[in-house]
């Protein structure tokens, strides 16, 4: 079952967007940059598709 965010449809801050930026670059996976943010799996590929960004499958 899906974990549920208390920050449902929140807008991103820059600092969210800029360790999104940061852990992405690294190579972290998208259940640990979910945790990492608090923020959904779905809200992650949403966010990362739309700056461009490539999130790795698994590490």
Excluded at 11 to 30: C, D, F, M, R
Excluded at 50 to 58: P, Q
């Amino acid at each position: 079952m899906a974990e549920r965010f208390e920050r449902h449809k929140q807008p991103w801050t820059p600092e969210e967007i800029a360790k999104l930026h940061t852990l992405a670059g690294k190579g972290v996976a998208l259940k640990a940059l979910a945790k990492a943010l608090t923020r959904s799996e779905e809200s992650i590929k949403l966010r990362a598709k739309a700056d461009g960004l490539k999130i790795a499958k698994l590490r």
